[in-house]
């Protein structure tokens, strides 16, 4: 199992351009999360989705967008980037988040908008 | 506002001491609490959870509860140069579409040989 991955690994965007961040899971986790971390802070929920077609918005979710037509994956979207966006994006999936709610991450995406 | 407080640290301590991290947090309702260490530039990994009060113990790592207090600790023994890193506390707090992890900020966590 490839278990969660991220792509692009490094991006620049220029302010007011847009992108989709990719996450693609292989373990038939049902949930899936979009975090950014930035310098010095911890992990701040952007979306999240508990199945196919569901989703949902977290903590901090102005700017992005996300959708979830399979199972294995849940791009998250940028439009009109600003420099505010600049973090490092983490994609996690959990089977089923019960109380033990365990979470695996992909490697992670640093966005540099300038 | 659901919080996590962690101390941003550094936390330094010399090789084969203790190392003892702590992590407060506002919703009593949370039921379980977790911690994650985090290497320079890489993702967050699972080390260790915790759901009932007292001490779980896995390997040279002992977790402490304490829902009374709303306080939750990490405890590394025989500290190595390799845990060197950052120590993300989480808890897991009841939404509308099920659980969700809020994380602390936090604490970086430095061993010296």
């Known amino acids: 199992n490839a278990g969660v991955t991220q792509t692009p690994k490094f991006r620049i965007l220029k302010i007011g351009q847009s992108m989709t961040l990719q996450c693609t899971q292989d373990?038939?986790?049902?949930?899936m999360y979009w975090y950014r971390q930035d310098p010095g802070m911890g992990l701040k929920l952007i979306y999240y989705?508990?199945?196919?077609?569901?989703?949902d918005k977290g903590e901090v979710p102005n700017g992005y967008n996300v959708s979830r037509s399979t199972t294995e994956d849940f791009p998250l979207r940028l439009e009109l980037a600003a420099p505010s966006q600049t973090s490092v994006y983490f994609c996690?999936?959990?089977?089923?988040?019960?109380?033990?709610?365990?979470?695996?991450f992909g490697p992670g995406t640093r966005l540099t908008v300038l | 506002q659901k919080e996590v407080e962690q101390n941003s640290g550094p936390l330094s301590v010399p090789e084969g001491a203790i190392a003892s991290l702590n992590c407060t947090y506002s919703d009593r309702g949370s039921q379980s609490f977790f911690w994650y260490r985090q290497y320079s530039g890489k993702s967050p990994e699972l080390i260790m959870f915790?759901?009932?009060?007292g001490d779980k113990e896995d390997g040279r790592f002992t977790a402490q509860l304490n829902k009374a207090s709303q306080y939750v600790s990490l405890l590394i023994r025989d500290s190595q140069p390799s845990d060197s890193a950052t120590y993300l506390c989480?808890?897991?707090?009841?939404?509308?579409?099920?659980?969700?992890?809020?994380f602390g900020a936090g604490t970086i966590l430095r061993v010296k040989s």
């Open positions: 915790i759901y009932s009060n």
């Open positions: 373990m038939n986790h049902n949930y």
């Open positions: 989705s508990v199945g196919a077609g569901i989703t």
């Open positions: 989480a808890v897991n707090m009841l939404e509308e579409y099920g659980n969700k992890l809020v």
């Open positions: 996690a999936s959990s089977i089923i988040p019960d109380r033990t709610n365990e979470q695996f």
